[in-house]
């Protein structure tokens, strides 16, 4: 299994550009959820999934879209890039949402 | 609103020490808490779950323990190797929310 996968690994934005971050797992897992790790804040919670068709807001939802067509795949979407949206982002699944949590390598994003 | 709190931030040990890296949190209602580890510019990878009936829980060198009365739980590394060398989270998720609130991390570094 490859496990959990994100693409692309690094990113260079313009203020108000948009961009999908792909996240994809093959462990068959019902709940995925998005994370932006940043320095002395730990990580957020953006979205998360608990299964096809199904999304829901996190602590920090704003200026991301999701959508979860599939069961594999979980990107999440920046409409209109901002320079507060520089951070790393983790994508995460699990068999549950209370089961152990698998992570991405990560999204490193810079929104100049 | 569930806090999670990792102290110290940093801590350096040498080689072949046994150490405890600590996690307080300040609601006792947790459905379970989880221990990673995150390497420099990599994802994170779960180390252990304790579920909240649980009182500690163990891997190899790694033993973690949960006391929710006091709101705190303990990761205890033996016999510390340069290879543990990275950053602890420590994750809680809360009674009736969907979400992970994680700590800051505690940042380990063995020496040689």
């Known amino acids: 299994n490859a496990g959990v996968t994100q693409t692309p690994k690094f990113q260079v934005l313009k203020t108000g550009q948009s961009m999908t971050l792909q996240c994809a797992q093959d462990?068959?897992?019902?709940?995925m959820s998005w994370y932006r790790q940043d320095p002395g804040m730990g990580l957020r919670l953006i979205h998360y999934s608990v299964g096809a068709g199904i999304t829901d807001q996190g602590e920090v939802p704003n200026g991301y879209n999701v959508s979860r067509s599939t069961t594999e795949d979980f990107p999440l979407r920046l409409l209109s890039a901002a320079p507060s949206q520089t951070s790393v982002y983790f994508c995460a699944s699990s068999y549950r949402g209370v089961e152990t949590q698998y992570f991405g390598p990560g999204t490193r994003l810079l929104v100049l | 609103k569930q806090e999670v709190t990792q102290i110290p931030a940093a801590l350096s040990v040498p080689e072949g020490e046994n150490l405890v890296l600590n996690c307080s949190f300040t609601?006792?209602?947790?459905?379970?808490l989880q221990w990673f580890r995150q390497d420099p510019g990599k994802g994170l990878t779960s180390l252990l779950l304790i579920q909240s009936s649980q009182r500690e829980q163990t891997s190899g060198r790694l033993n973690a323990s949960l006391d929710k009365s006091s709101g705190r739980s303990t990761l205890y590394i033996a016999a510390s190797q340069p290879g543990d060398s990275a950053t602890y989270l420590c994750?809680?998720?809360?009674?009736?929310?969907?979400?992970?609130?994680f700590g800051t991390g505690t940042r380990l570094t063995i020496i040689p």
């Open positions: 462990m068959n897992h019902e709940y």
């Open positions: 609601d006792s209602a947790i459905y379970n």
């Open positions: 994750a809680v998720r809360s009674f009736g929310n969907e979400k992970l609130t």
